[in-house]
């Protein structure tokens, strides 16, 4: 096992190992811990967890498009809705420990930012236009898509987009459920 598959921290719940009761726990063992880490990796699955997460981000990207549509109105917070579905989809999807997944959401967080965005403008540009959805998305070039993303990215959307880069790498691991950090707990 590599020091790169080595987590930095032990995947538990914010605010500190609690047994079942919510009582705090005074200290695992070690050894307990290891193994349960040992069984996590071998059953953790990245390809199950970037098709998960990818699902997710289109998902989020057609939901975003789709009331930005209806209400006329761009809403970027909705980027970050997209960054913690896409870690939820990760996590119980891959069911990963190792920072692949994270980095793995905190990618396709971004990258379901962007092609919401895109399908925003999209839509808008159809409208405008009077061409059909498919017609200006198949009509998309580079030059066209860096066109757009340059005339129309704001402030707003770098701290939208880190939000939701943030959210996909925060809460895409796996974390240890409380009765099982009972388990870990020395006795």
């Given at each position: 096992?590599?020091e790169e598959n080595e987590p930095r921290e032990?995947?538990?719940?914010?605010?500190?190992?609690?047994?079942?009761?919510?009582?705090?726990?005074?200290?695992?063992?070690?050894?307990?811990?290891?193994?349960?880490?040992?069984?996590?990796?071998?059953?953790?699955?990245?390809?199950?967890?970037?098709?998960?997460?990818?699902?997710?981000?289109?998902?989020?990207?057609?939901?975003?498009?789709?009331?930005?549509?209806?209400?006329?109105?761009?809403?970027?917070?909705?980027?970050?809705?997209?960054?913690?579905?896409?870690?939820?989809?990760?996590?119980?999807?891959?069911?990963?420990?190792?920072?692949?997944?994270?980095?793995?959401?905190?990618?396709?967080?971004?990258?379901?930012?962007?092609?919401?965005?895109?399908?925003?403008?999209?839509?808008?540009?159809?409208?405008?236009?009077?061409?059909?959805?498919?017609?200006?998305?198949?009509?998309?070039?580079?030059?066209?898509?860096?066109?757009?993303?340059?005339?129309?990215?704001?402030?707003?959307?770098?701290?939208?987009?880190?939000?939701?880069?943030?959210?996909?790498?925060?809460?895409?691991?796996?974390?240890?459920?409380?009765?099982?950090?009972?388990?870990?707990?020395?006795?």
């Amino acid at each position: 096992m590599s020091e790169e598959n080595e987590p930095r921290e032990l995947p538990i719940p914010e605010g500190g190992p609690k047994g079942p009761d919510q009582k705090p726990l005074k200290e695992l063992d070690p050894f307990k811990v290891q193994m349960y880490l040992s069984e996590i990796r071998d059953n953790q699955n990245l390809g199950l967890g970037i098709i998960g997460g990818l699902g997710a981000a289109l998902l989020g990207a057609i939901v975003w498009a789709a009331i930005s549509y209806l209400t006329d109105y761009r809403v970027g917070a909705l980027a970050i809705g997209i960054g913690f579905l896409v870690a939820l989809a990760v996590r119980f999807t891959g069911r990963g420990i190792d920072i692949s997944f994270r980095i793995t959401a905190a990618v396709l967080a971004l990258a379901g930012c962007a092609f919401g965005n895109l399908l925003i403008y999209s839509y808008w540009i159809a409208e405008e236009t009077g061409l059909g959805i498919q017609e200006v998305l198949t009509g998309l070039d580079l030059e066209l898509v860096t066109d757009i993303f340059s005339s129309t990215f704001t402030g707003y959307d770098i701290i939208f987009y880190a939000l939701a880069v943030y959210a996909g790498y925060k809460y895409s691991a796996f974390q240890i459920p409380d009765n099982k950090l009972a388990e870990l707990a020395k006795k």
